[in-house]
């Protein structure tokens, strides 16, 4: 551990500008280091054997320690300019040096060649070279110290002292060059820093003149801050650059518009990216509005390390968008102050008359001629034009009654503008012929052109409205998905032996879980309500056991809260109606549950009465806090209630009472509220619903062993979902066969028979549409039985089940779905017995 935090050292991480070469010379600088280790452990035995070694002996030894550990810390210093090969070459040649001083004549003639070898070997071989060539280095050394190489070498070769003193001289010069390549290391980063910051002036100076804020804030610490921002964007909060960098967000912001954009930081560091518009007022009083864009900067282990900020002004088309709207506004004013002018026919003489306004009309000074009918009033019509008037001045001589013309004319300056006229009898002779006529005219060629930018505004309004459809579609089906594991897998866990606490945590996370469902309900029925998708279904239901149902459903959270809920249904409210029990049940669930939301104490009273007229009147009473009269009319407004501190309190979105208004609008009734603060409040609703036959109970609450020895088919691409609706289908004793995609789904169904089939919509490759459609084509093709497949989908958007339907499926089960909602399938498709 102590060798490898001195590896690290040697080479540091952060340092590291070439992964693979920091790699090698972590190797190098080991190898050295051990070395040096085997080199002392070896020599030093001798040295105390020897009574009194000769200086030459013991420089030489210190030499041949030395040069191992010097390479090694030069290479450390190489490797954070990214020039270890540098220093590998030269420890090799140092080491060559050494081996030829040592051995004299015998290797002498040899030594370019070794030289020219190692150094291509350090370049392009591998570490364990230079391992060989320090290990034969250290060998020569202990060997001419031990006098067997001398032994061994001709007589005629250098002595032994001689050739120690040589060793000593190649050792010394080898860390020489050691030495020598260490400064031209230092040289080499001081170079390298240089351009490294000429590089950041020339980056910098390029960002400054970028027409956008350009920054980088650092997420890295406790606190995000600034690291790097342009001119621009440093001006934009009256700063300079180096002012922004090193400061924290909150310090450039503040603290109240830190807040404001905290929502799309958030979304960042979640690795998402985010935009948004900011308003600014600068220093210099001018107002300008920018277009803010925020990219997250992922670090090497995935997390989210910070943010690149850009930011566009959008002034221009701001200040444009609010020119054209105000030139709108001038616009509607003027149309109703504008002059209509009024002319006269005389059909005998063919002359006109026309008021000053007709003249300006037509682009001429008023009065400055006579103008007639045919010369001047046709031919100023465009040509393409001329018979809708000559057949509407006929209709009027024909029929004797009004005509209303819209045309186009040329004035006498090439302008062409679009004119409404309006033509009447205005006098006849005693003969009853027509004389005169007489009318008005308007210049509607702005109306004309406000129309064609309302068009292209209504398709633009319609285009965005398809866009939030498909957003909130995809927004349902994101979210679903992964809550349909998140429910599932708590009502899971609730069916095993578990203490109370771990009990706790689970019916927590499911009822977090249903919450967040009930928010995003809400946000898809009021973007259904809004634009104009939500249809009513109308089936006959027991009417009494549903509101009786509510006593059931809330009956626990009302004793937590020390409440009692008392349903009373009048004998005269009939049991079957008809009428869209969903919906009525939600307008219901939704006025209780406030109920008992609100309520400390007391009793909440549920009450169904027929009025006088045949209506149903729904009442829902408790002793909660009560309304201020003041606040009671927006109570029934999206996103309203009652005061501001209502959310934080009780939580809630403020969406659902104005989901039941529309609602109960859609059923054609009406809802309203008596409350007083400090004693409680009363909501009220009033429908009608006619009188339906008894319906036969769907089989419903069917027991699980009814299911027993039934095959199931699960296709489905989320590992999650298909482990959760496995684990509820084996616990009714299901034999399940799982599916990843539509493709093996298909495939499954040709290889064996199933007793129903739950289809994924959206998987990958082969959707749950295409799959079925296989299936029922090869049912028909091969003459098998009709197996049912009920569709899985995390779409809640209006049409998606009529879809499913279409697309060959029989039923339609919208994720996060309960084990009681599974069961309700299973029993409706594959119960046994009746």
Same mark, same amino acid.
């Given at each position: ?62 030499? $041949? ?80 110290? !031990? ?42 980063? %001081? ?11 020339? #980056? ?34 009256? /700063? ?76 221009? /088309? ?28 005389? !059909? ?109 505004? /209504?398709?633009? $309004? ?94 626990? %959270? ?154 199931? !088919? ?56 295409? $799959? ?40 339609? #089960? ?21």
């Amino acid at each position: 551990m102590i060798f490898r935090s001195f590896l690290d050292w040697f080479v540091p991480s952060s340092a590291r500008a070439d992964e693979r070469l920091a790699d090698r010379a972590r190797t190098v600088a080991g190898s050295l280091l051990t070395i040096s280790g085997t080199l002392a452990l070896v020599l030093v035995p001798f040295l105390l054997v020897r009574s009194r070694p000769s200086p030459i002996e013991l420089a030489t030894f210190a030499a $041949a320690l030395a040069t191992p550990v010097l390479a090694a810390l030069a290479i450390r210093c190489a490797v954070n300019t990214t020039s270890a090969l540098l220093l590998t070459n030269l420890a090799g040649i140092a080491c060559v040096a050494i081996w030829a001083a040592v051995t004299g004549g015998v290797l002498s003639v040899a030594m370019p060649w070794l030289i020219a070898l190692l150094a291509t070997l350090g370049t392009f071989g591998k570490a364990r070279v230079l391992l060989v060539a320090f290990a034969v280095d250290a060998a020569v050394v202990v060997g001419l110290y !031990l006098g067997s190489v001398n032994d061994l070498l001709p007589t005629n070769l250098v002595p032994l002292e001689e050739s120690l003193t040589l060793a000593l001289i190649a050792q010394l010069s080898s860390l020489g060059v050691v030495a020598m390549a260490a400064r031209i290391v230092v040289r080499a980063r %001081a170079a390298a820093r240089e351009s490294l910051r000429q590089n950041e002036r020339r #980056l910098q100076r390029i960002v400054d003149g970028l027409p956008a804020s350009i920054a980088y804030a650092d997420h890295s610490g406790n606190v995000p801050r600034y690291s790097f921002a342009n001119r621009r964007f440093a001006e934009r909060y009256g /700063r300079t650059v180096e002012q922004i960098a090193g400061a924290s967000v909150v310090e450039v912001l503040g603290e109240a518009r830190y807040h404001q954009v905290e929502p799309y930081v958030q979304q960042v560091l979640r690795g998402e990216a985010s935009e948004y518009d900011r308003t600014l007022s600068l220093p210099d009083g001018t107002t300008r509005y920018d277009r803010m864009y925020l990219v997250p900067d992922w670090a090497e282990d995935g997390s989210v390390q910070g943010a690149y900020i850009f930011g566009i002004d959008d002034s221009e /088309r701001k200040r444009v968008l609010m020119a054209l709207q105000e030139s709108q506004v001038r616009l509607a004013e003027a149309q109703a102050m504008a002059h209509v002018g009024n002319w006269e026919y005389d !059909l005998p003489s063919d002359r006109l008359e026309w008021s000053d306004e007709v003249y300006r009309i037509y682009g001429h000074q008023p009065g400055s001629f006579t103008p007639f009918f045919r010369t001047d009033y046709v031919s100023a019509t465009q040509a393409e034009d001329r018979p809708k008037l000559f057949d509407a001045l006929a209709q009027v001589l024909a029929t004797h009654s009004p005509q209303t013309l819209e045309h186009r004319i040329v004035r006498p300056d090439g302008v062409e503008r679009t004119v409404e006229v309006r033509a009447q009898i205005l006098h006849t002779d005693s003969a009853g012929r027509i004389v005169k006529l007489s009318g008005v005219v308007q210049d509607v060629s702005e109306r004309k052109q406000i129309e064609r930018e309302l068009i292209a505004a /209504r398709d633009a $309004a319609e285009a965005a409205s398809r866009a939030k459809s498909a957003f909130l579609a995809n927004m349902s089906h994101e979210i679903r998905t992964p809550m349909n594991g998140v429910i599932g897998v708590a009502e899971l866990l609730l069916r095993e032996p578990l203490d109370d606490r771990a009990r706790h945590y689970a019916e927590t996370i499911q009822r977090s879980g249903r919450t967040l469902l009930g928010v995003l309900d809400d946000v898809l029925d009021i973007s259904k309500i809004e634009a104009g998708r939500l249809e009513l279904e109308s089936a006959g239901f027991d009417l009494p056991e549903m509101v009786r149902e509510m006593d059931d459903l809330f009956a626990e %959270a009302a004793r937590a809260k020390g409440v009692r809920i008392a349903v009373t249904v009048s004998p005269e409210v009939p049991r079957w109606v008809r009428g869209d029990l969903v919906r009525l049940r939600q307008v219901l669930l939704n006025l209780v549950s406030n109920a008992v939301k609100f309520s400390s104490h007391g009793t909440i009273g549920v009450d169904v009465r027929c009025e006088t007229d045949g209506s149903l009147r729904f009442a829902v009473s408790d002793m909660g806090i009560g309304i201020a009269p003041e606040k009671q009319a927006q109570i029934f407004d999206a996103f309203a209630q009652a005061d501001q501190g209502t959310t934080r309190r009780f939580g809630g979105t403020g969406l659902g009472l104005s989901i039941a208004r529309h609602l109960v609008c859609l059923m054609g009734g009406d809802i309203g509220l008596q409350s007083t603060p400090g004693e409680g409040s009363c909501f009220w609703f009033r429908v009608r619903l006619p009188a339906a036959p008894a319906v036969t109970e769907p089989r419903s609450g069917v027991p699980a062993t009814s299911f027993a020895n039934r095959r199931v !088919l699960v296709a489905e691409d989320e590992p999650v979902n298909a482990e959760v609706t496995r684990a509820m289908l084996i616990h009714y004793g299901i034999d399940v066969v799982l599916a990843g995609d539509g493709e093996k789904a298909v495939a499954e169904h040709a290889r064996q028979r199933f007793d129903l089939i739950l289809m994924d919509c959206q998987m990958p490759g082969m959707d749950g549409f295409e $799959a079925t459609q296989r299936i029922r084509e090869a049912e028909k093709t091969n003459g098998l039985a009709r197996t049912p497949v009920v569709a899985l989908t995390a779409h809640a958007m209006a049409g998606y089940r009529a879809q499913c339907l279409q697309a060959g499926m029989d039923d339609y #089960l919208s994720k996060p779905f309960p084990a009681t909602a599974l069961q309700e399938v299973l029993g409706r498709w594959i119960a046994v017995g009746p």
